[in-house]
Nanobody
Framework: VQLQASGGGLVQPGGSLRLSCAASGSIVSINAMRWYRQAPGKQREWVASISSGGGTMYGDSVKGRFTISRDYAKNTVYLQMNSLKPEDTAVYYC???????????????WGQGTLVTVSS
């Protein structure tokens, strides 16, 4: 199983970006999917989660500006980021709880990270 994140880049303050994270491999099902971020010199921070049923939760720093969604058919999670601020600058990582065919257990998988830079 692999998670591939994409969509990062340089954006001006107030702008928008959409991140994607596609899971591939011998997947039976995916439970919760999450986005985290890590700014330079800081610990990794949870950003948002979406459950298998579509329920969403957000960190206080992004609530009202970011939206997490998923495409079940494509095993993909998205993060729509609006009204971006310089403090949103970080490497963004996706995470998924995946049930694979082999071994048949739920494991946590991470994407490789995609850099988002918010600067004028």
């Amino acid at each position: 199983v692999q998670l591939q994140a994409s969509g990062g880049g340089l954006v001006q303050p107030g702008g928008s970006l959409r991140l994607s994270c596609a899971a591939s491999g011998s997947i039976v099902s995916i439970n919760a999917m999450r986005w985290y971020r890590q700014a330079p010199g800081k610990q990794r921070e949870w950003v948002a989660s979406i459950s298998s049923g579509g329920g969403t939760m957000y960190g206080d720093s992004v609530k009202g500006r970011f939206t997490i969604s998923r495409d079940y058919a494509k095993n993909t999670v998205y993060l729509q980021m609006n009204s971006l601020k310089p403090e949103d600058t970080a490497v963004y990582y996706c995470n998924g709880e995946v049930l694979a065919t082999t071994p048949p257990v739920v494991k946590s998988y991470w994407g490789q990270g995609t850099l988002v830079t918010v600067s004028s």
